[in-house]
């Protein structure tokens, strides 16, 4: 099993990121039901003002290739274009577990 966890930070004002991480925060919660290598997917956004990044994700799928086929999923890729324009870092860590 391998977990894949990606964390974002977002440009634009409060209003801007917190509506943006809502719609793909709903796009990426709709993933399990489309990407069959994908058992399961968290996604949260943060609530701490003092802190920079603005939405973290884990997924879990069976092993490091299948990040890969996630990834590459027309699915996934849609989601990724709703933070396209605001994405100011993304940070990732994979893992086998």
């Given amino acids: ?27 990426l919660d709709a993933l399990p039901e489309q990407i069959d290598v994908l058992q399961s997917i968290e996604v949260a956004l943060n609530e701490n003002p003092a802190e920079d990044w603005d939405i973290v994700l884990t997924a879990i799928v069976p092993t490091l290739a299948d990040v890969a086929t996630y990834a590459k999923h027309p699915a996934h890729v849609a989601a990724a274009a709703i933070i396209s324009e605001v994405k100011e870092a993304r940070a990732c860590v994979d893992y086998n577990c």
């Fill in 1 to 27: 099993m391998t977990k894949h966890i990606v964390m974002f930070k977002l440009q634009g004002s409060d209003e801007v990121r917190r509506e943006t991480a809502l719609r793909f925060k709903a796009a």
